[in-house]
T-cell receptor, first 112, second 115 residues
Framework: AQSVTQPDIHITVSEGASLELRCNYS??????LFWYVQSPGQGLQLLLK??????LVQGIKGFEAEFKRSQSSFNLRKPSVHWSDAAEYFC??????????FGAGTILRVKS | DVKVTQSSRYLVKRTGEKVFLECVQD?????MFWYRQDPGLGLRLIYF???????EKGDIPEGYSVSREKKERFSLILESASTNQTSMYLC??????????????FGPGTRLLVL
């Protein structure tokens, strides 16, 4: 069965510093991978997604993610974090049909 | 812009009450989903629907039922609320065309407290 692991429950970075959020997945075939963000009091919003092709995917708000099949990873990165990036981030993998399996989430705190 | 709305942002109910959570989307999406979000567990799929009157169980359907009488509306029903159903409930919708590649659009969530 498909599964997603986000090893970091909380991460704190300084404003202006770089960010990397880790995601590892378990899936037999080529995965469909997603990163969603949930700002406080809001629903989830798609940041980016990967299906095939170029393994470095660009998303909204200056985020990017890199698919590494050998490591079963799809880590999210941003070169310079802004205070408004404080939120919870979810990695997800397509699970057949239209279903997604989500990781437990990583809460990002940004300190000024 | 796709809009997914949920009838309540906050609900407080008593144990044993029947609870209805409503979700409406305005993009003519075929697929609609109900998730439950708990700290440390992420989002877990309760039920989804791929057409009017069609539904499939997700990973944690016990204690829940759903109704989809119109394409734009998907209701989650707690037949007899229990304290372990205290949670955040998120509704989402997506078009069917690209299957799992399609973006899921989420509502703002309903935070339910069962006393």
């Amino acid at each position: 069965a498909q599964s997603v692991t986000q090893p970091d429950i909380h991460i704190t970075v300084s404003e202006g510093a770089s960010l990397e959020l880790r995601c590892n997945y378990s899936y037999g075939a080529t995965p469909y991978l997603f990163w969603y963000v949930q700002s406080p009091g809001q629903g989830l919003q798609l940041l980016l997604k990967y299906f095939s092709g170029d393994t470095l995917v660009q998303g909204i708000k200056g985020f990017e993610a890199e698919f590494k099949r050998s490591q079963s990873s799809f880590n999210l990165r941003k070169p310079s974090v802004h205070w408004s990036d404080a939120a919870e981030y979810f990695c997800a993998v397509g699970a057949g049909g239209n279903k997604l399996v989500f990781g437990a989430g990583t809460i990002l705190r940004v300190k000024s | 812009d796709v809009k997914v709305t949920q009838s309540s942002r906050y609900l407080v109910k008593r144990t044993g009450e029947k609870v209805f959570l409503e979700c409406v989307q305005d993009m003519d999406h075929e697929n609609m989903f109900w998730y439950r979000q708990d700290p440390g567990l992420g989002l877990r799929l309760i039920y989804f629907s791929y057409d009017v009157k069609m539904k499939e169980k997700g990973d944690i359907p016990e204690g829940y039922s759903v109704s989809r009488e119109k394409k734009e509306r998907f209701s989650l029903i707690l037949e007899s609320a229990s304290t372990n159903q205290t949670s955040m409930y998120l509704c989402a919708s997506t078009t069917r065309q690209g299957a799992v590649r399609e973006t899921q659009y989420f509502g703002p969530g309903t935070r339910l407290l069962v006393l």
